[in-house]
């Protein structure tokens, strides 16, 4: 059995838009100021980019539980994979907090033997309590 996990795009990436690229969005159009366009036009990019680096990020993490172990693939220019062998996990917790929430996702966290931190975390993905089950049983 293998059981596969992608990140939900909607919170990571609402969460990049700020409140200044907002205001920005609806004093643009009123600016007689050159120089407070320009300044307000670079926001509004910067934001974009970071909104745009979000979701394609999102869009290449993944999670998988397989038989023996837990992994995770990521990276746009520098790929990076976490593999835990299931023998070797000491916790495994699941949250949601109030954005979670709202965007209707959670986080699984899985730490080993060992580790004085979290060695997975398993970040904003929609079926997060059925991962979190899958994985403590398989764990145990």
Same mark, same amino acid.
């Given at each position: 059995?293998?059981? &596969? !996990? ?8 609402? !969460? ?5 690229? /907002? ?6 159009? !009123? ?13 509004? %990019? !910067? &934001?974009?980019? /970071?909104l ?13 539980? +397989? ?8 990276? /746009? ?10 023998? =070797?996990? &000491?916790?495994?917790?699941?949250? +949601?907090?109030? %954005?979670?929430?709202v ?14 931190? /979290?060695? %997975?975390?398993?970040?904003?993905? =929609? &079926?997060? +309590?059925?991962?979190?089950?899958? %994985? =403590?049983k398989?764990?145990?």
């Amino acid at each position: 059995g293998r059981s &596969d !996990a992608r990140t939900s795009i909607i919170s990571p990436a609402l !969460a990049s838009f700020n409140f200044i690229s /907002i205001v920005s969005l609806i004093f643009f159009g !009123a600016c007689s100021s050159g120089i407070l366009s320009v300044l307000i036009f670079l926001i509004l %990019l !910067a &934001d974009f980019l /970071i909104l745009l680096f979000t979701i394609i990020s999102v869009r290449v993490r993944s999670y998988v539980i +397989q038989p023996y172990r837990v992994y995770s693939k990521s990276g /746009i220019f520098f790929k990076k994979q976490i593999s835990i062998v299931f023998n =070797k996990i &000491d916790n495994i917790n699941s949250v +949601q907090r109030f %954005l979670n929430k709202v965007f209707g996702n959670g986080n699984v966290t899985v730490s080993t033997t060992g580790s004085s931190g /979290i060695e %997975l975390p398993v970040r904003n993905i =929609k &079926d997060y +309590q059925e991962f979190y089950e899958i %994985l =403590k049983k398989n764990y145990r």
